[in-house]
Nanobody
Framework: QVLLEESGGGLVQAGASLRLSCAASGDISNINSMGWYRQAPGKQRELVASISLDGKIDNLSSSVKGRATISRDNAKNTVYLQMNSLKLEDTAVYYC???????????????WGQGTQVTVSS
């Protein structure tokens, strides 16, 4: 089993920045991709960003492209999502995800974190 532990969520003002972290532990040898999903009230869970742990591929959704970067620290088994210029519509529960295959929109995810709330206020 793989445990994904998110941190960095909170309440921020519109225009501010936030850095989310997700640390993986457990049986991580076959995890090859990690990423971030979010789910806002009344909406389906959507992929925000993903990255291959070999560094060859990353992906940002159109909703955050230009405002966010995803990065990894394999020594710490951790992936980060740096989000800038936060908007009200970024408010959601953000879930870390890990998978043996690269995470694309529509992927069936092997492991989920419990989620961390990001609330953007005006």
């Amino acid at each position: 089993q793989v445990l994904l532990e998110e941190s960095g969520g909170g309440l921020v003002q519109a225009g501010a920045s936030l850095r989310l972290s997700c640390a993986a532990s457990g049986d991580i040898s076959n995890i090859n991709s990690m990423g971030w999903y979010r789910q806002a009230p009344g909406k389906q869970r959507e992929l925000v960003a993903s990255i291959s742990l070999d560094g060859k591929i990353d992906n940002l959704s159109s909703s955050v492209k230009g405002r966010a970067t995803i990065s990894r620290d394999n020594a710490k088994n951790t992936v980060y999502l740096q989000m800038n210029s936060l908007k009200l519509e970024d408010t959601a529960v953000y879930y870390c995800a890990a998978d043996r295959n690269f995470i694309w929109s529509g992927s069936q995810i092997d492991f989920w974190g419990q989620g961390t709330q990001v609330t953007v206020s005006s």
